[in-house]
C-alpha cells in the first residue's frame, strides 16, 4: 500500500482529505506547522512531520520512506506577510525539492480551475509557475484543477443574509462549485488515475441568479438581486489594482473575474449547494 504525505493538511481542502484519508483506513504522514489544528479538526494522522513549507530546511526528510505526495497547499487571502509566490508557488516548489530527493513516486497537486487562461491574476500566475516546475520535474504527476469550493459561494449567503445580492451582468454566468468532502474524494481517487491533468467540479451546473435565489430560499426571504454592469466591475477593478497593494488586490481581483464568467468543469460528488447553505445557516 502506498505511503501518503499530505501537505496543506489543515486549511479547508487539506482537512477534507484528511478526514477522507481516515475514513480508507490509511495510514498518512501530514505535515502541520501547528498540530493543534489538526486536532481540533478531528484529525488522526499516522505521523504528524512539524514543518514551516515557506522555510526550506525544516521539510528536511519530510517525504522519506513517502510514495506519493498530495499537496492542498495555498492561500485565499494573503496573510502574515506572505504573497502567493512565497506560498502557491515557493513553499510547493520546497515541497517538490524534498519529493525528488527521496524519490517520491507521484506527486498530486491541487491547482485552479482556468488557471492557465488567466495567468493575469497574481494567484494564478503563482499556481501555474508552480504546476510548469512539476511538469518538468521528472516525477509522475497528477494537476487536479477544481472549481470554486461551496465556502466560496458563502459570500453570496452572506450578501443575501444582510438583505440583498450583487451580481455581475444579467446574472446568468454558470458554474458548478464542489464541496471540499467531494473534492477529498477525487484526490485520493486520483493518485490511481493516470491522468495527468483533471478538471473537477460540483454535481450541479447552476447560473448565478439561481444560486442567489438558493440562498434567499434558504433564509425564507423573498430574492432581492442587483446587476453590476461590466463598466462598473471593470472600473473597480482598475482602481483597486492602482490603489492598494497585491496583498489587498490579490483575492479581489480573483473573486471579481470569476464571477464574470463561465466556469464549468465535468460534474462530480454527491453534496449539493442548498444544503450547504442550510447547513450554513445551522450553524450560525
Known amino acids: 500500500m502506498k505511503r501518503i504525505l499530505l501537505a496543506g493538511s489543515t486549511g479547508y481542502l487539506g482537512s477534507h482529505i484528511a478526514l477522507e484519508l481516515q475514513a480508507r483506513s490509511r495510514d498518512f504522514r501530514a505535515i502541520a506547522r501547528n498540530p493543534d489544528k489538526l486536532r481540533r479538526a478531528g484529525v488522526v494522522a499516522g505521523e504528524v512531520f512539524r514543518a514551516e513549507l515557506t522555510e526550506p530546511d525544516s521539510l528536511a526528510g519530510c517525504c522519506k520512506d513517502i510514495d506519493v505526495v498530495i499537496s492542498a497547499v495555498g492561500i485565499t487571502r494573503q496573510k ?87 451580481l455581475f451582468g444579467d446574472g446568468q454566468w454558470r458554474s458548478n462549485p464542489i464541496h471540499g468532502r467531494d ?45 453590476v454592469p461590466e463598466w462598473v466591475r471593470s472600473a473597480t477593478l482598475k482602481l483597486v489594482r492602482t490603489f492598494t497593494g497585491s496583498k489587498v488586490y490579490g483575492p479581489i481581483e480573483f473573486f471579481m473575474t470569476v464571477m464574470a464568467m463561465d466556469m464549468l468543469a465535468p460534474e462530480y460528488g454527491e453534496h449539493t449547494l442548498r444544503d450547504f447553505f442550510y447547513d450554513s445557516e445551522e450553524r450560525t
Open 80 to 166: 502574515d506577510g506572505l504573497t502567493y509566490m512565497d506560498v502557491d508557488y515557493q513553499a510547493n516548489l520546497n515541497l517538490l525539492h524534498q519529493a525528488q530527493k527521496s524519490g517520491v513516486v507521484r506527486f498530486v497537486y491541487v491547482s485552479v480551475l482556468n488557471g492557465e487562461k488567466l495567468r493575469d491574476l497574481k494567484i494564478c500566475d503563482a499556481k501555474e509557475k508552480f504546476g510548469e516546475e512539476l511538469k518538468r520535474s521528472g516525477l509522475d504527476y497528477c494537476i487536479i484543477r477544481p472549481n470554486g469550493f461551496f465556502s466560496d459561494m458563502a459570500e453570496i449567503l452572506d450578501m443575501a443574509r444582510k438583505g440583498r445580492v450583487y
Open 183 to 227: 473534492l477529498a474524494r477525487f484526490c485520493l481517487d486520483a493518485i490511481h488515475n493516470p491522468e495527468k491533468e483533471l478538471e473537477v467540479g460540483g454535481p450541479e451546473t447552476l447560473t448565478q441568479k439561481e444560486i442567489a435565489a438558493t440562498a434567499f430560499e434558504v433564509l425564507g426571504r423573498r430574492p432581492k438581486i442587483s446587476y
